[in-house]
């Protein structure tokens, strides 16, 4: 069973979700849509314990502070190199970014491979659970391109400005 809960937040609705000891989804505006836990597993809305933890962690977080532990997360469903992809990202520091080729040259050496394509950590990246908490939003690509973000870019940019970043260094791809 997977426990689903409201967080009313600055940047909208934010969905919670968990397997009862550890959070394994945090869903904002448009990645509710794709959510594979959401669309395929049983899910209700129920109170855990988690969530009061999760809560507390999001309310510091849109203080614009930095919280100084994490909810225990766990990634249930997903390959293998996802799973991989996401663990890197939860040693990405608040206020912090970092870029996909980045992460890319990380997993290659964790996986003793010569390189690895920074679209294929993209892929991974996209396809994160547990957003905001495991944070994707602090990957962007080559020379400040802000790509990609489940919750769209207007979303992605709200949180890079909540960790004070200066938001003129970074530019859009051209749609």
């Known amino acids: 069973m997977i426990y689903l809960e409201?967080?009313?937040?600055?940047i909208g609705e934010i969905i919670l979700g968990s397997d009862g000891r550890h959070m394994i989804g945090l869903w904002i505006g448009p990645q509710k849509n794709d959510s594979y836990i959401l669309k395929n597993c049983?899910?209700?809305?129920?109170?855990?314990?988690?969530?009061?933890?999760a809560k507390n962690w999001l309310d510091i977080y849109f203080k614009g502070e930095c919280p100084d532990f994490t909810?225990?997360?766990a990634?249930?469903?997903?390959?293998?190199?996802?799973?991989?992809?996401?663990?890197?990202?939860l040693d990405i520091p608040y206020?912090?970014?970092?870029?996909?080729?980045?992460?890319?040259?990380?997993?290659?050496?964790?996986?003793?491979?010569?390189?690895m394509s920074a679209q294929a950590i993209g892929g991974a990246v996209g396809h994160n659970p547990i957003s905001v908490i495991v944070p994707c939003h602090r990957v962007i690509g080559a020379g400040g391109n802000l790509?990609?973000?489940?919750?769209?870019?207007?979303?992605?940019?709200?949180?890079?400005?909540i960790e004070h970043f200066d938001m003129s260094r970074f530019h859009r791809p051209k749609v």
């Open 75 to 89: 990634f249930p469903y997903g390959s293998d190199f996802r799973r991989e992809v996401w663990q890197l990202l």
């Open 71 to 73: 909810p225990p997360v």
């Open 147 to 161: 790509t990609g973000y489940g919750g769209g870019l207007d979303i992605k940019e709200k949180l890079l400005q």
């Open 6 to 10: 409201n967080y009313d937040s600055p």
């Open 95 to 115: 206020g912090e970014l970092t870029t996909y080729g980045a992460l890319a040259k990380k997993m290659a050496e964790k996986l003793g491979r010569p390189a």
């Open 42 to 53: 049983s899910c209700t809305y129920s109170h855990v314990p988690v969530f009061d933890m």
